[in-house]
């Protein structure tokens, strides 16, 4: 089993930030996309993750390498963030209705790590829910934008629960897809 970990943004693609503590997305994502990696890795997966570092790594050339490394799974990292600062919660996003198991087993399982739900939304325009080659799931974790959530996202601990979500998401769906 081979599956693919993308910690959004990185570089100068900095994603959102906290509005009270002012961290960045690419910070938090890759640290729960390391933390995601250390879990599968301990449970005997192969991960190939698309950055390992604060580096700047456009759509066309993640998209490449992973066409060549041709995982199992691929699930992109990500924290929300809106205009609208009540807006709180865990969620995640599939293009292709064949993919919705994985995205929901995901979801499922964030739904245990303390946080509101913002939602399942398919037919989602993300350039990594666009390949058909694998199964693939954007997971946006709460929003930076509220305060309450932030202060989720800030915790170590809350980030290793959303780690170990993912991780469990990821094991469900593949069970049931037997």
Do not use: C, W
Request: glycine share 8%.
């Amino acid at each position: 089993m081979t599956i693919a970990v993308d910690a959004g943004h990185g570089g100068s693609n900095t994603g959102a930030s906290g509005k009270q503590s002012g961290r960045l997305e690419k910070e938090l994502t890759l640290d729960v996309a390391n933390r995601l990696q250390s879990l599968l890795r301990r449970k005997g997966v192969r991960v190939v993750m698309t950055r390992s570092g604060d580096t700047l790594i456009g759509p066309t050339a993640r998209i490449l390498a992973m066409r060549q490394a041709l995982p199992n799974l691929l699930v992109s990292i990500h924290f929300n963030s809106s205009a609208n600062a009540a807006v709180r919660g865990v969620s995640t996003y599939y293009k292709h209705v064949g993919f919705r198991p994985l995205s929901q087993a995901i979801l499922l399982e964030l739904r245990k790590t303390g946080t509101a739900e913002f939602g399942n939304v398919g037919h989602f325009n993300f350039f990594f829910n666009t390949p058909t080659d694998y199964p693939n799931a954007l997971v946006e974790g709460p929003f930076l934008s509220n305060v309450t959530d932030e202060n989720l996202i800030l915790d170590d601990r809350f980030r290793q629960r959303m780690a170990k979500a993912i991780r469990r998401g990821l094991k469900r769906f593949v069970k049931d897809s037997r």
